[in-house]
T-cell receptor, first 109, second 116 residues
């Protein structure tokens, strides 16, 4: 079956760096996405990786290793507003999005 | 990025009534739209894939007669929750992908449904 794993919850300190990991096993691969979701709101797009390597976008970076079925989202200079759930999703061979359960990130002052 | 508009953003209805939620792609034609449900503190659960001009594909465990999906045009898909019950209270979100483009999914704002 298809499976995406990410930690349920993480805690970090304001101003610090946090890395959220995601491992996947899917039927085919057409890209991996990271979304941020605040409670009661729809997810918002953060990043997209289809080739191996690191994609940097401001304070957020996303890494992909297709051979390992692994990705991480790196958040730098954490701010209180970064407290949210972070969702990892993989587009499979049918271009369907397979979602992870999400990682709740708690930022402490 | 592309825009997906979902309406209403919240609705309260009585048990036994039906509620229709609309999802529109405003600046692109979406041949495929996805409907999700999200319970508090849980991740997105795909309910069904809506294909323009054909029947929706429902995920296992989702009652197609209860959750009616219509995708009559390239820019509009609707989800109707029929004979709603309190356990149907949830956050419903639609998303769409631009056809033939390997881009991200664009989400509607979501609809908070409360059945009393």
């Amino acid at each position: 079956g298809q499976n995406i794993d990410q930690p349920t919850e993480m805690t970090a300190t304001e101003g610090a760096i946090v890395q959220i990991n995601c491992t996947y096993q899917t039927s085919g691969f057409n890209g991996l996405f990271w979304y941020q979701q605040h409670a009661g709101e729809a997810p918002t797009f953060l990043s997209y990786n289809v080739l191996d390597g690191l994609e940097e976008k401001g304070r957020f970076s996303s890494f992909l290793s297709r051979s390992k079925g692994y990705s991480y989202l790196l958040l730098k200079e954490l701010q209180m507003k970064d407290s949210a759930s972070y969702l990892c999703a993989v587009k499979d061979s049918n271009y369907q999005l397979i979602w992870g359960a999400g990682t709740k990130l708690i930022i402490k002052p | 990025g592309a825009v997906v508009s979902q309406h209403p953003s919240w609705v309260i209805c009585k048990s036994g009534t039906s509620v229709k939620i609309e999802c529109r792609s405003l600046d692109f034609q979406a041949t495929t739209m996805f409907w999700y449900r999200q319970f508090p503190k849980q991740s997105l659960m795909l309910m069904a894939t809506s294909n323009e001009g054909s029947k929706a594909t429902y995920e296992q465990g989702v009652e197609k007669d209860k959750f009616l999906i219509n995708h009559a045009s390239l820019t509009l898909s609707t989800l109707t929750v029929t004979s709603a019950h309190p356990e149907d209270s949830s956050f419903y979100i639609c998303s769409a992908i631009e056809p033939d483009m390997n881009t991200e999914a664009f989400f509607g704002q979501g609809t908070r449904l409360t059945v009393v």
